[in-house]
């Protein structure tokens, strides 16, 4: 039962007298002026009337302050299990990102581009137009392959668009020689972890022998050894020479014999063959029946019988050579100037990234990381080292020492995605443990005790250790994202700490006891805190609406700053008021009442009151044994489960109790000493602060004209400023290495690719200092769908630096793209790894029927575009057309002797190209027998006009006899965009943002080229998906604010109220835009995303401020007067806030390592708006505030002029119309 006490007197316990704080008023302003019991005092309330009767005596009790050990097991086995999750999350560089893309890519051999235009890609996109969720379809036909690309919109489920569009792929016809399509996913993430490169070291490997063998060695011991390995998905070989059986048919023995090749394939397809004939059962055994007359050598292959003529067998040997060979190389690889054989390392779904590179080196024999300069761990110096990226020392029995020392091969990682994301996942765990720290560092300025300083710091590691566990449970792993969200609100985490603290403070001051104080001050502020909380979440349920890269790529960040927000809700309501409730805790010396001590003596004074040895003794029964026991699960779950690992636990839980014992109370005596001066001039500082604002906000108050004024002239600016911004979709990440595409003229064969461009790696290689290693490409991969304009005539340099400067590196790439360039017949273009699209920047479609007129259109835009400074590596993808041998048939000729068109052209095509025939059993793989004519056959064009197309036949008769063969030009490529044809000319960025880069694009175009009635252009690439997530971004960041509001109502039961917070909103846009501009930051969608993020934190300050005017206006106080000493009261624990906040993302906002490019943008938006606002709502806020008190005081006053009496100013009561709005009384 609670019991009045007389006005002005306080209540404490017994037990609590010596926690007094003298009697110093709770509200008690810098410049001396009185609030809290003083303002009460003189609005005529006793502080029992300005607080509930229910704490008179202090006796209110929760659990909380009841159960302290209960609490304190909650809270440990939160953090337990948080840490345990924080050890199991894997570790990935982004997000899982589902793309909405597919790529059909179907081989069809020996097809010019015009016939898979026909044949393939137009058959495929009217089978596939009507799949659903399809937002656009565009195909690239060239020669020997179409790629049909499918673009579906983003909240399209990707596993019914890939199982609908099998179904339609199967109801496709298409011709006999083409391949069954292939279903390629575009995602960065199934990049290969590790790039492995083996080559010989003698010259066995030299010549075509030594590169079958290479491939042998890497199909056979390299990839089955590492395929076995935990989390490796898959291992793919590129390179070498993959072994063939060749069978080499004379063009005059199949004349002389009258046997054609389809025949020879015939036969040996019948007679390799193993086939179960059932069961037979005699007596009590049961036998298999099996035929086995597989080719068991080549002796088998020659001696088989093709045909019997006049009595006498001929066999394949009578008709030509049967050898081993190799297929026809499409792909060459070289690692440091050696060709070698690449294996590319893929990783399981839900692989610890980092982990399983780690265990892939191990198994290689790599595990030294930072060794220097040796790329092969199969060097003969069995002891060297490796560069960061390649191999280092081998324990003895590693899969690279075992190649060595049996084959001669050379072993090692040539490139490891691990290290990139390692170093980007460190980077941000530093970042957000740098700005922790400086968090706690402000908060020990403002709050002046080290205690309480502790109280509200531990609210950042147990939130975040309590945040790994929901991440866990939610699939998110360990990102730059994640990561980044956590680094983002690591500052705002002690926020409602601070606040239910301040109120604890504030009772203590006011009489109550420990825990009746600990109680009162959490439920008078707890709607406050879970107000605020709500308003800086609510502002990512609106992310739901943004399409793009933007929804899916920021969800985990969005979810990390909920999660670990809603935590330290948790804490500061469940875990500060239970400290707070404690003996041993002494929080004397902190609080506003400290705001009056200006001087050194009385601030010197107030320091002493807190004992040293009370701090140790707090400290000595809480925190030290709780690192402790954090530190044991640490170490145990890290596996230490051995006895030294035990050993080495006891050893330290030793020395912490010894700490804690004996040099806790010097350590902090000491700590005091040290902290004195800095406390001191902190504490002038303040004061004279505090001091400056009251005039300054009642000047503000007196002038709301010249206020309002300055507020439209900071937003005039402000769009002002944000019409200069340069745009992007977003920042360029720089991951240590860059690519440089050349292509030769379309039709180089890939040895004259590898003669021409092999020594441009000498040149890379004399880049001393800067460049790491250079791993060379030449040709295409058929299974890469991120690559549809690759082949024989394109080489790819994929270059690895050494750690530098940005500068250094924009330097070193313009100085290539120029070397590159400059080579005749060639273009070359820079590409970097890609986080989010695969776009190029700069995509412009030229929209056409007729391929002559588009050719030219498109020549002329690539001219037209090289000249701009904005742009960079600008090509066509029309250029010289790949050189033909057109056959054209007559008819009627083939009609005279009997053939048709079918055969001939199928005839052509086996003794040219080849078939396989069969598959051979070597050893345990089984490789292709291929027919095909001598190569001395079908050497030259004369040879082909001299080809026999009526074999069998009584006279023969040849290629040129039915047939015009000529040499002709055709497309290298036909593009079509939702079924029309387009040319497309692509760019990268220059000395200009997307955004300047597509407007002076669109000027150029309409200016200066003359454009046919049926010829159109649009710019697209990564603009489009700009235009696209911005329009949503907005719309996210329109409903954002509507959700504060609609929070902030909801709290103050005010339709008024809101409105007056939410003018912080537009200040902190103030702020955004001015840093932006001034730091010269692209807008982006990391900057959209830190100004959604601002919308829900920028009101806390003012919904702290509002809120506290109202308390001052119902106890009585005038309008300005609440006003102002609201404002001055609160200064300290805005700025303390504001300052916490900004602290904490400054180490993100440096941009400081690996992948900052991403973080830094929004650490800036968020530092920016969040300074300027809360410059800004000290004065304008307060204003509105009162304009909005005097127009609706003027309105009800109206309103109620009929009644007989009027009620007096600040007292809250509903109103019959609204029931929101404050009703002015007469004076009290």
């Not at 999660?563 to 500060?576: E, R």
């Not at 750690?803 to 360039?821: I, K």
Request: charged share 25%; hydrophobic share 45%.
């Amino acid at each position: 039962m609670s019991q009045q006490t007389p006005p002005g007197s306080s209540h404490r316990k017994d037990d609590d007298v010596s926690g007094a704080s003298g009697g110093d008023p709770a509200l008690g302003a810098g410049d001396g002026e009185s609030g809290g019991s003083e303002a009460a005092s003189s609005s005529g309330l006793s502080s029992d009337e300005a607080a509930p009767e229910a704490f008179a005596q202090g006796d209110r009790r929760t659990f909380v302050t009841d159960r302290p050990v209960a609490v304190l097991m909650l809270f440990l086995a939160l953090v337990v299990f948080g840490a345990l999750s924080y050890q199991r999350l894997p570790v990935t560089l982004m997000p899982e990102l589902s793309y909405p893309t597919l790529t059909v890519r179907t081989e069809y051999p020996g097809a010019a581009p015009e016939e898979v235009e026909n044949d393939i890609s137009r058959r495929i996109e009217e089978a596939l137009g009507v799949v659903g969720g399809l937002r656009r379809m565009s195909s690239v036909s060239r020669a020997g392959v179409s790629d049909v690309v499918l673009e579906f919109s983003w909240d399209t489920e990707m596993s019914d668009a890939v199982q609908d569009t099998l179904e339609k792929l199967d109801l496709v016809f298409l011709p006999d020689q083409a391949e069954r399509p292939l279903l390629l996913r575009f995602d960065p993430s199934l990049d290969p972890v590790l790039e492995l490169s083996l080559a010989g070291e003698d010259e066995s490997f030299s010549g075509e022998a030594g590169l079958t063998r290479l491939r042998r060695l890497a199909e056979l011991q390299v990839k089955r050894a590492l395929e076995p390995i935990s989390g490796v998905a898959a291992v793919r070989v590129r390179g070498g020479l993959e072994e063939e059986i060749h069978v080499r048919l004379d063009e005059e023995a199949l004349e002389r014999t009258r046997i054609s090749p389809s025949r020879v394939i015939d036969r040996l397809a019948q007679e390799n063959i193993n086939l179960a004939g059932g069961t037979l059962k005699e007596g009590r055994t049961e036998f298999m029946v099996r035929t086995v007359n597989e080719f068991t050598d080549l002796d088998q292959i020659r001696r088989t019988v093709v045909q019997r003529i006049d009595g006498r067998d001929v066999r394949v040997e009578d008709l030509g050579v049967v050898e081993r060979g190799h297929r026809d190389r499409e792909i060459l690889t070289r690692s440091e100037g050696v060709e070698s054989v690449q294996l590319d390392v893929y990783k399981e779904a839900d692989a610890n990234m980092v982990a399983l590179a780690k265990r892939v080196r191990e198994a290689v024999g790599e595990i030294d990381r930072d060794a220097a300069q040796r790329r092969l761990v199969g060097s003969k110096e069995v002891g060297g080292e490796g560069s960061r990226r390649g191999a280092g020392t081998r324990p003895p029995g590693g899969l690279a020492q075992q190649l060595y020392e049996s084959e001669g091969a050379a072993l090692g990682v040539v490139a490891d995605r691990s290290l990139f994301i390692e170093g980007s996942i460190s980077e941000v765990r530093n970042t957000a443990i740098l700005g922790g720290v400086l968090a706690v560092v402000v908060l020990f300025l403002f709050l002046r005790n080290l205690v309480s300083t502790l109280v509200v710091a531990v609210a950042i590691p147990i939130s975040l250790l309590i945040t790994f566990a929901p991440l866990s449970l939610l699939d998110v792993s360990m990102n730059i994202m994640s990561l980044g969200g956590l680094a983002l609100g690591i500052g705002m985490l002690v926020d409602s700490s601070i606040v239910v603290l301040e109120s604890i403070f504030r009772c203590r001051e006011e009489g109550d006891g420990r825990r009746a104080a600990a109680v009162r001050g959490t439920l008078e502020v707890r709607s406050a805190v879970v107000a605020s909380i709500l308003t800086s979440i609510a502002v990512f349920f609106p992310m739901v609406f943004v399409e793009g890269i933007a929804g899916q790529a920021f969800g985990d960040l969005g979810l990390a700053v909920v999660i670990s927000l809603l935590a330290s809700m948790v804490v500061a309501l469940g875990f500060v008021p239970m400290l707070a409730s404690r003996r041993g805790w002494s929080f004397e010396g902190t609080g506003d009442a400290l705001q009056r001590l200006r001087h050194w003596n009385s601030w010197r004074q107030a320091r002493d009151d807190w004992g040293a040895a009370r701090a140790a003794t707090g400290a000595r029964r809480l925190l030290l044994p709780v690192l402790a026991l954090v530190l044991v699960v640490r170490l145990f779950v890290g596996g230490l489960f051995e006895a030294l690992g035990k050993l080495v636990v006891g050893v330290v839980i030793l020395l912490v109790w010894l700490v804690s014992r004996f040099l806790a109370p010097p350590a902090v005596a000491l700590f005091r000493i040290t902290t004195r001066p800095l406390l001191a001039v902190t504490e002038r500082g303040l004061d004279a602060l505090q001091r400056g604002y009251r005039p300054a906000l009642r000047g503000a108050l007196a002038t709301p004209a010249l206020v309002l004024l300055g507020v439209g002239l900071v937003l005039l600016l402000s769009v002002w400023m944000l019409t200069r911004l340069e745009t992007e979709l977003l920042p360029e990440v720089r991951q240590g290495e860059f690519t440089l595409e050349v292509a030769l003229p379309v039709g180089t064969p890939l040895e004259e690719t590898e003669r021409l461009l092999s020594p441009l790696e000498e040149v890379l290689l004399e880049e001393q200092g800067s460049i790491e290693s250079v791993l060379v490409t030449y040709g295409y991969d058929v299974t890469n769908a991120q690559r549809s304009d690759e082949g024989e005539h394109t080489a790819r340099f994929k270059i690895l630096l050494e750690p530098m400067a940005p500068q250094r590196e924009d330097e070193l790439v313009e100085r290539l793209r120029r070397r590159f360039a400059s080579l005749p017949d060639t273009t070359a273009r820079v590409t970097r790894p890609v986080l989010f699209s695969f776009k190029t920047p700069i995509e412009v479609e030229v929209h056409g029927e007729d391929l002559v007129e588009l050719r030219q259109l498109a020549l002329e835009v690539e001219d037209r575009l090289q000249r701009l400074p904005e742009l960079a590596d600008v090509e066509s993808t029309m250029r010289s057309g790949a050189p033909e041998i057109q056959i054209a048939y007559d008819r009627e000729l083939l009609s005279r002797y009997g053939l048709n068109i079918a055969d001939v052209a199928a005839l052509v095509r086996n003794q040219v190209k080849g078939e396989e025939a069969t598959l051979y059993n070597l050893r345990d793989r089984r490789v292709p027998i291929i027919v095909r004519l001598a190569e001395e056959d079908r050497a030259s064009v004369a040879d082909l006009r001299e080809l026999v197309v009526n074999p069998g036949g009584e006279r023969p008769i040849v290629l040129d006899a039915v047939a015009d063969v000529r040499l002709g030009e055709g497309p290298s490529e036909i593009r079509r965009v939702d079924s029309r044809r387009v040319a497309l000319v692509r760019a990268n960025l220059g000395e200009a943002s997307l955004g300047t880069a597509v407007d002076r694009i669109e000027a150029v175009l309409d200016r200066d080229v003359e454009w046919p009635s049926d010829t159109t252009f649009v710019v697209s690439g990564q603009s489009r998906e700009w235009e696209r997530s911005q329009r949503s971004l907005w719309l996210a960041l329109g409903l954002s604010v509507f959700l504060v509001y609609v929070i902030m109502a909801a709290q103050f039961e005010s339709l008024v109220h809101p409105l007056v917070i939410m003018v912080s909103i537009p200040l902190a846009f103030f702020g955004t835009v001015a840093t932006l501009f001034l730091l010269d930051v692209n807008l982006s969608i990391v900057v959209f995303l830190g100004m959604i993020l601002l919308a829900g934190i920028v009101v806390n300050n003012a919904i702290v401020l509002v809120d506290y005017i109202n308390t001052l206006r119902r106890r009585g106080l005038e309008l300005v007067d609440a006003v102002v000493t609201a404002g001055t009261v609160r200064l300290r624990p805005i700025l303390m806030t504001t300052a916490t906040t900004t602290l904490g993302l400054l180490p993100m906002a440096l941009g400081l390592g690996q992948g900052a490019e991403i973080r830094t943008p929004m650490a800036l938006a968020v530092i920016g708006g969040l300074v300027s606002s809360t410059v800004l709502t000290l004065i304008v806020v307060p204003v509105v505030y009162a304009l909005f008190d005097r127009a609706l005081q003027r309105l009800l006053g109206r309103a109620n002029s009929g009644e007989a009496a009027e009620p007096s100013p600040g007292v809250a009561r509903r109103d019959e119309g609204d029931g929101l709005t404050l009703q002015p009384e007469s004076g009290s």
